[in-house]
C-alpha cells in the first residue's frame, strides 16, 4: 500500500491542515565455470576492471522465475558481467527476493532492470546491509537500477555505490543510482534506511517511478543532485534524509532537491517539508526535467515552515483553477522563495488564479522578471467565493517589476494584507 499519511483531505480551512517463499531457481554458473577471470581474478571479461574479490556466483542471463539472491561467506556474492557494449542490461521479470548482507557487483556499462512486471525486494538490516555495487570505485562505473512497469518493489538497507551512468543525450529515462523509465509504473518503490553515492548523475530520480514509503535515506557523492522528483510526489519525501550529503564529508554536486511539474489532486493537500537541502526549478539547467512549478484543478499546496524553494530563470510558482497555496511560515523560521542569483528578474515569481491564499510569514525575493503577468506576487484573479484570502508578514524583496500586483480586484477581498518591501524593489505595489 502506498503511504498517504501526508496526503490529508481539505477541510473548509486551507491549514487545517493543512511470502511466499520464492523459488530458488538461478540463472547462475559458478565463477569458476565458464566465465573468463580478468587480472585481478574477478570473474568476467578483462574489460571489466573488477576488484581483488572474487565473487561466488556470476550471472548469465536475465531473472524471468521466482529467484532468491543468497548471501554468503564471501566478500562478494553475484557478479554481473559486461558483454563489452555501451549497455549490458539484464532485466527481472519476475519476484527476485536478496537475502540481508548480499553484496552484488556490476561490470562496466552494466544496467540492472525491473520491468515488465518484475518486483525487486532487498531486505537488509542494520547489521547486514545489502550492496549493488559497481566493480570499481569510479562514478557511473555502471547504470544502476532502472524501474519501468514493476510491480510493487522494495530496497530496505540497501546501498547502491558507483552507478547512474547516464546515456549520451539528455532525458530523465535512467537517470540516478535509483531511478525510472518511460512509460513508468504506478506500482509504488519503498526506499527505507538505504543510501546512494558515487553517480555520475543523480542520486535517485523519481522521474516516471512511483515512490513509496520513503525515510531515513542519504544520498552523498553524486554527480548531479541527491534527488530530483516529480512535484507531484515531494509530498512523499521526509525531513529525516540526507539529500546533501555534506555530513558525510562527499555533499553532491548540485546542492538541491530538483522538482518541476503540473500536478492535479483535486480536494487533497500537498505539504511539502523542509528538508536540509531547499528545492530546486529552473529553465536553464542541461536536462529534460523542465520547469515551473503548477498546481490546478482544485488542488492545495502547503509550505511547512523553513521550506525554502530556489528559481532560477523563466521559472514560477502557479496556482491556478480552484485550490489554492498555503505558506505557514513563522517569525523565527519562514517561507524563503528566492532566485538562484541576487539580480532582480532572477525568476518570474509566484501567479495565483482563482485560488485561496494563505500565506504567512513569507520571504519573496528576486522575482518580477518580464513576463504576461509580471511581478513577484501576482494575484490574477481574487474570487469572492473562495475562502482564504490572507497575506500576512510577507516581505518582498528585489522584484523586477512589481513587488505585488493584484488584478482586477481591491484588497477589500483580503481578509488580511500585510505585504513588507525590501530596498530593492523597482516598483512596491501595483493595483487598483
Avoid at 549497455?87 to 556490476?106: C, H, K, M, P, W
Avoid at 554527480?223 to 510526489?233: P, S
Avoid at 558525510?248 to 505539504?271: L, Q
Avoid at 510558482?317 to 532566485?339: F, H, Q, R, S, W
Amino acid at each position: 500500500m502506498q503511504p498517504d499519511s501526508r496526503r490529508q483531505a481539505v477541510g473548509s480551512n486551507l491549514l487545517g491542515r493543512f511470502t511466499m517463499p520464492a523459488v530458488l531457481l538461478l540463472l547462475l554458473a559458478a565463477c569458476g565455470s565458464s566465465a573468463q577471470s580478468d587480472d585481478t581474478g574477478q570473474p568476467g571479461r578483462p574489460d571489466d576492471g573488477g576488484n581483488q574479490t572474487v565473487c561466488r556466483e556470476t550471472v548469465t542471463g536475465d531473472l524471468t522465475v521466482p529467484t532468491v539472491l543468497t548471501n554468503g561467506p564471501e566478500a562478494c556474492d553475484y557478479w554481473f558481467p559486461s558483454d563489452g557494449s555501451d549497455n549490458t542490461g539484464y532485466s527481472i521479470t519476475s519476484d527476485v527476493q536478496i537475502e540481508a548482507g548480499t553484496v552484488l557487483r556490476f561490470g562496466k556499462d552494466t544496467q540492472l532492470y525491473v520491468e515488465n512486471g518484475g518486483s525487486l525486494t532487498a531486505r537488509g538490516n542494520e547489521e547486514q546491509r545489502i550492496v549493488f555495487e559497481g566493480a570499481q570505485p569510479v562514478h557511473g562505473y555502471w547504470y544502476g537500477i532502472c524501474f519501468v512497469d514493476n510491480r510493487e518493489s522494495r530496497l530496505e538497507f540497501v546501498d547502491v555505490r558507483w552507478g547512474g551512468k547516464v546515456w549520451a543525450h539528455l532525458g530523465s529515462n535512467c537517470r540516478g543510482g535509483i531511478a525510472g523509465r518511460y512509460p513508468g509504473s504506478t506500482e509504488p518503490v519503498h526506499i527505507v534506511n538505504s543510501t546512494v553515492s558515487g553517480s555520475y548523475a543523480n542520486g535517485l530520480s523519481v522521474h516516471d517511478l512511483q515512490l513509496g514509503e520513503f525515510a531515513n535515506n542519504a544520498f552523498y557523492d553524486n554527480q548531479e543532485y541527491g534527488v530530483t522528483i516529480e512535484a507531484e510526489q515531494v509530498w512523499k519525501l521526509d525531513a529525516d534524509t540526507d539529500y546533501l550529503g555534506a555530513d558525510r564529508g562527499a555533499p553532491n554536486a548540485e546542492p538541491f532537491v530538483y522538482t518541476h511539474g503540473h500536478f492535479s489532486d483535486p480536494g487533497v493537500e500537498h505539504i511539502w517539508e523542509a528538508l536540509n537541502a531547499p528545492y530546486f526549478n529552473s529553465d536553464e539547467k542541461l536536462h529534460d526535467y523542465g520547469k515551473d512549478i503548477v498546481v490546478h484543478d482544485g488542488t492545495f499546496l502547503v509550505f511547512k515552515p523553513g521550506v525554502t524553494v530556489v528559481f532560477e530563470g523563466d521559472a514560477e510558482l502557479y496556482i491556478y483553477g480552484g485550490g489554492g497555496l498555503g505558506m505557514a511560515g513563522t517569525e523565527d523560521n519562514p517561507v524563503v522563495l528566492t532566485g538562484l542569483h541576487a539580480s532582480h528578474g532572477a525568476w518570474n515569481g509566484v501567479r495565483i488564479s482563482d485560488a485561496a491564499a494563505i500565506l504567512e510569514n513569507v520571504i519573496i525575493e528576486w522575482a518580477g522578471r518580464d513576463d504576461v503577468y509580471p511581478g513577484s506576487l501576482v494575484f490574477i484573479e481574487v474570487s469572492e467565493d473562495l475562502n482564504g484570502k490572507i497575506v500576512d508578514n510577507v516581505f518582498i524583496d528585489g522584484s523586477k517589476n512589481c513587488a505585488v500586483d493584484v488584478w482586477h480586484d481591491d484588497l477589500s477581498l483580503f481578509q488580511t494584507f500585510n505585504v513588507h518591501y525590501g530596498p530593492n524593489n523597482e516598483i512596491d505595489y501595483c493595483g487598483p
